[in-house]
């Protein structure tokens, strides 16, 4: 965790349906000023394709696909809402 806690929801794997049920995922809003790297929902494991960013986050990309997120808010945060590297619809 270089860069801390980068994501509240990390998905790794594909055909995932995430039922917020009405309810709101957010930031704290003090943790909205200490984390200025953040993503809600990540899409994969680390934030950077390999061998981009400001270390080595590994060599291995995940390819995500098949992802549903429904019923809710996706609220502060102080990078993303949802973010992934090659992940498709």
Known sequence: FTLGFFAGISIETSHVTIDLNGHTI????????QQRFFAIIE???????????????????LVIADIHI??????LSSHHGIHGNDASG
């Open 70 to 75: 429904k019923n809710g808010v996706l609220g």
């Open 26 to 33: 957010r930031m704290h809003e003090i943790y909205y000023l």
């Open 43 to 61: 899409l994969g494991n680390k934030q950077f394709e390999a061998k981009q960013g400001p270390v080595d986050f590994g060599r291995e990309d």
